[in-house]
Structures are given as structure tokens and as C-alpha cells.
């Protein structure tokens, strides 16, 4: 089945202890982003790539890192997580960056406490 | 740069009732357009898109949109709802030219209601 993977999908963690969110997809899709979801705020994108070893900064991106070494995966890493990265977070793949409608993953609550 | 507007962040209908949700978005160039639907602790299922071609463009679960260049809107249809319906709609448009090219932009999304 073609999906886009998301582990964990809930998350408790402590301020400032690195936390990485694994994001996978089986499609051979190019293009790879990562979103947050905050109520009232809709979704933001924090990063996005657009092919290995290339990314980008999105609108909100402070805070987080990136890093696409295999076409496969886009792991979302947060070196030192603070209570306002408390929030819903979504993996997306498009098979191009042209070809417009992504592919969504089931999203990671995470809560930094 | 490119901003998105759903107008009504919640929207409460009868079940059998049309369904109207609003989507208007900024741009000089229109950009390609998308309704995306989440239900409660899932992810985002496309509904529906623009790119080029006809403007009405029909979708999934008996939606539809249409491209209105001159309004820049293009706002979500059903004609009659059902309790299934019950879901948050999010409106995304993605530019077709520039650095932002094929990034998706989101509205803040319409939480639509279905009442028996």
C-alpha cells in the first residue's frame, strides 16, 4: 500500500532532550516536507526537500533540523525541544515538486513538557 | 506573497443540506489549487485539484470546486451533506512559478458540522 509513515504518533518529552520524528514513504516520491498543525494557525511548513541531500527552510523552521541522505526518508530532528514546538506534526511526499497534491502521513502529537 | 483565506472557521449544516465552504487566495498568477479533508486523529486526505483545464473539478465523496479567476476564490461544494461529512476542510493553493514553486500554502481550515 502506498503511505507515508509517521513514528511515533505520540510523543511526551522534556524540555531540551533531543528528539528525532521518523518520517517514511514508499512511493519513490521526490519531494518530502514537514508540516505543524496548531489550532486556529492551519498547517506550517517547517522544512522541505526536494530531492536527496537537498532542503530548504520553510516558514517556521527555528527550532528544527532536517536531513534527506536516502530518497526514502525525511527525519524531522529537534535538537533541544521547548514547550512551543508542543504541537501536531505532519510528513507529506509529492512525487515532484510540480506535481501538485501531496500525500499525507497520520501525524505525530508530540508535548514538551 | 501567496496567503489563502477560508471565511468561517466553523460551518454547521443540516444533514441533506448543501454544503458550502469559502476559499479565496492572493495572487497575481493563479496558482494550483487544492481541498484537503482531515477526520478526527488522521492525517490529510486530498479531496480534490486544480491545475489547468476545466474549472469545475469534481472530487471524492460527491465534492466538487470551482476555479473562479476573476472572484480568486474557489470555494467547496456537496449538494447534500451527510453525517459522514462531519470533518475539518483545509483549503491549500501551491504557486506554479518562482522559488516557492509546488509549496503548498494552507489556509486555517473550516471545521464543518452535520446535524441529524
Known amino acids: 500500500e502506498a503511505q507515508v509513515t509517521q513514528n511515533p504518533r505520540y510523543l511526551i518529552t522534556v524540555t531540551g532532550k533531543k528528539l528525532t520524528v521518523t518520517c517514511s514513504q514508499n512511493?519513490?516520491?521526490?519531494?518530502m516536507s514537514w508540516y505543524r498543525q496548531d489550532p486556529g494557525l492551519g498547517l506550517r511548513q517547517i522544512y522541505y526537500s526536494m530531492n536527496v541531500e537537498v532542503t530548504d527552510k520553510g516558514d517556521v523552521p527555528e527550532g528544527y533540523k532536517v536531513s534527506r541522505k536516502e530518497k526514502r526518508n525525511f527525519p524531522l530532528i529537534l535538537e533541544s525541544p521547548s514547550p512551543n514546538q508542543t504541537s501536531l506534526y505532519f510528513c507529506a511526499s509529492s512525487l515532484s515538486r510540480r506535481s501538485g497534491g501531496y500525500t499525507f502521513g497520520s501525524g505525530t502529537r508530540l508535548t514538551v513538557v | 506573497a501567496q496567503s489563502v483565506t477560508q471565511l468561517g472557521s466553523h460551518v454547521s449544516v443540516s444533514e441533506g443540506a448543501l454544503v458550502l465552504l469559502r476559499c479565496n487566495y492572493s495572487?497575481?498568477?493563479?496558482?494550483?489549487l487544492f481541498w484537503y479533508v482531515q477526520y478526527p486523529n488522521q492525517g490529510l486526505q486530498l479531496l480534490l485539484k486544480y491545475t489547468t483545464g476545466a474549472t469545475l473539478v469534481k472530487g471524492i465523496n460527491g465534492f466538487e470546486a470551482e476555479f473562479k479567476k476573476s472572484e480568486t476564490s474557489f470555494h467547496l461544494t456537496k449538494p447534500s451533506a451527510h453525517m459522514s461529512d462531519a470533518a475539518e476542510y483545509f483549503c491549500a493553493v501551491s504557486p506554479n512559478y518562482g522559488g516557492s514553486q509546488g509549496n503548498l500554502i494552507f489556509g486555517k481550515g473550516t471545521k464543518l458540522s452535520v446535524k441529524p
Open positions: 512511493m519513490n516520491h521526490e519531494y
Open positions: 495572487s497575481s498568477v493563479p496558482p494550483y
